[in-house]
């Protein structure tokens, strides 16, 4: 199984662009969720959701839209990019039960310029 | 909202001995789970140990084990016989039980283990 697939693993932008960072799960989990990575502050979570179709917000969810057509899959739009995104994203996924860990992609380290 | 606190920005370890690193966090829950994950160089994040808030017997993973105090809100990670592999940032995590408005994480630890 290849788990959580983040694509890309490096990606500039400028100022004012979007783009989408690509998440896929090949568990069947229904529950997957998106977290920045900044230093001093760990992870913050961005969005998730808990089903095709059912997003909600995290922490810090300005700046960013997801959606959930599939359970495979929940990308990350950024409209139009700033400074302040500049971060390492992580998407993750977990199976139903409360206990279950979360697992994570690679990650992606955006730099917005 | 629920806090995660690491106070140890960084620590070091001789190669073989031991270390413990810090966490503790702040909830007015009682049930709710706890997790240590440790990212290598590699950017990946990888699950250390977890523990339900409602065992009383401390987790241990091989080398790895946690001293939970429910009372202090305190989830301490002990890495016995420490090895090179194990210098990573380790960063400890918190979710309830009530809501799917998943992980709190801490800052983080970065550990340098010395040969």
């Known amino acids: 199984n290849a788990g959580v697939t983040q694509t890309p693993k490096f990606q500039v932008l400028k100022t004012g662009q979007s783009m989408t960072l690509q998440c896929a799960q090949d568990?069947?989990?229904?529950?997957m969720s998106w977290y920045r990575q900044d230093p001093g502050m760990g992870l913050r979570l961005i969005h998730y959701?808990?089903?095709?179709?059912?997003?909600d917000q995290g922490e810090v969810p300005n700046g960013y839209n997801v959606s959930r057509s599939t359970t495979e899959d929940f990308p990350l739009r950024l409209l139009s990019a700033a400074p302040s995104q500049t971060s390492v994203y992580f998407c993750?996924?977990?199976?139903?039960?409360?206990?279950?860990?979360?697992?994570f992609g690679n990650g992606t380290r955006l730099t917005v310029t | 909202a629920q806090t995660v606190t690491q106070s140890q920005p960084e620590m070091s370890v001789q190669e073989a001995e031991t270390v413990t690193l810090s966490c503790t966090y702040d909830?007015?829950?009682?049930?709710?789970?706890l997790f240590w994950y440790k990212q290598p160089p590699s950017r990946q994040m990888i699950l250390v140990i977890r523990?339900?808030?409602?065992?009383?017997q401390n987790a241990t993973e091989n080398r790895f084990s946690v001293n939970f105090q429910k009372a202090a809100k305190s989830f301490s990670l002990k890495i016995s016989d420490s090895q090179l592999g194990d210098a990573a940032m380790y960063f400890c995590?918190?979710?309830?039980?009530?809501?799917?408005?998943?992980?709190?994480f801490g800052a983080g630890t970065r550990l340098t283990v010395k040969p």
């Open positions: 993750a996924s977990r199976s139903e039960p409360m206990r279950s860990p979360l697992h």
């Open positions: 568990m069947n989990h229904e529950y």
């Open positions: 959701s808990v089903g095709a179709g059912i997003t």
């Open positions: 909830t007015s829950e009682s049930d709710y789970y």
């Open positions: 523990q339900e808030a409602y065992k009383q």
């Open positions: 995590a918190y979710r309830t039980s009530y809501n799917n408005n998943d992980m709190r």
